[in-house]
């Protein structure tokens, strides 16, 4: 056995993948999507802002209420 990689945790060390990174932007995509956000200004997002967004969930939530609250006053 070599002890000089099994020593240097930063050769095993596990690395990440660009496919994990593309599921996890698809999942937190999802998951702004089910918060109440509209899919095609998700879509285009940068994912810099989406994890920003994810950050307070509940202030988002809140967000889209007021949103939502104002264009229902619009059209009334």
Do not use: W
Request: aromatic share 2%.
């Amino acid at each position: 056995m070599a002890t000089s990689t099994f020593r240097n945790k930063n050769k095993v060390r596990p690395r990440k993948t660009g496919a994990a990174k593309r599921r996890r932007c698809l999942v937190q995509r999802r998951r702004l999507v089910a918060l109440g956000m509209d899919e095609a200004v998700v879509e285009k997002m940068p994912i810099d802002q989406l994890r920003a967004k994810l950050k307070e969930p509940k202030k988002l939530q809140r967000a889209l209420a007021k949103e939502k609250a104002k264009a229902e006053a619009a059209e009334a």
